[in-house]
């Protein structure tokens, strides 16, 4: 199994860009999720989902969509990028039932907004 | 308000010698409680974690961490820390009726040789 992937690893953009970050899993989770990491703030949490075709919003949803078509893909989307979305983005992904909140983490794409 | 807070942003220690991290959360009831470690550059690795049961747990890398309900508190512990151990580590806490985890800001370990 690869686990959790994330691509790209680095990204740059121009303010009022738009972008999509891919994350895919193929441990057939139900649930996945998207944190975005800033220094001195831990991970928080921007959208998750429970299922393909369910979505939430998180802690930091603005400027943020998701989408969730299938079990293994859960794409986050930038809609006008601002330097305030420089952040690291980490998706992750959980079993529903079994290991309680455990969570599985990719390998993060850090994105910067000139 | 659920709140998980880690009241040391850095700490240094020399290789060999003991660590103790700290991980305070404010939940209404008992949470489920994580540990995870994030080398440099890297996604983050889950050390251990406490659903229920012996309040002392054991984790990879021969980190353990105690529960102790009357504290609130779920620290991580290390008898003797390897230079590979400098990393940034963070607490994480959900409930069992909510997938959502709440992260602590991390505490960044140096260690020294």
């Known amino acids: 199994n690869a686990g959790v992937t994330q691509t790209p690893k680095f990204q740059v953009l121009k303010t009022g860009q738009s972008m999509t970050l891919q994350c895919a899993q193929d441990?057939?989770?139900?649930?996945m999720s998207w944190y975005r990491q800033d220094p001195g703030m831990g991970l928080r949490l921007i959208h998750y989902?429970?299922?393909?075709?369910?979505?939430d919003q998180g802690e930091v949803p603005n400027g943020y969509n998701v989408s969730r078509s299938t079990t293994e893909d859960f794409p986050l989307r930038l809609l006008s990028a601002a330097p305030s979305q420089t952040s690291v983005y980490f998706c992750?992904?959980?079993?529903?039932?079994?290991?309680?909140?455990?969570?599985?983490f990719g390998p993060g794409t850090r994105l910067t907004v000139l | 308000a659920q709140s998980v807070t880690q009241p040391d942003i850095h700490i240094t220690v020399s290789e060999g010698a003991s660590l103790e991290l700290r991980c305070n959360y404010s939940?209404?009831?008992?949470?489920?409680l994580f540990w995870y470690v994030q080398s440099p550059g890297q996604g983050l690795q889950l050390l251990l974690k406490y659903f229920s049961g012996d309040t002392l747990v054991q984790g990879i890398k021969g980190f353990e961490a105690e529960f102790k309900r009357s504290q609130s508190s779920f620290n991580l512990r290390k008898p003797s820390v390897h230079w590979s151990d400098a990393a940034e580590y963070f607490c994480?806490?959900?409930?069992?009726?909510?997938?959502?985890?709440?992260f602590g800001a991390g505490t960044t370990v140096t260690v020294r040789a």
């Open positions: 989902s429970v299922g393909a075709g369910i979505t």
């Open positions: 994480a806490v959900g409930l069992s009726n909510d997938y959502k985890l709440s």
């Open positions: 441990m057939n989770h139900e649930y």
């Open positions: 992750a992904s959980s079993p529903l039932a079994g290991l309680g909140n455990e969570q599985f």
């Open positions: 939940y209404g009831a008992t949470p489920y």
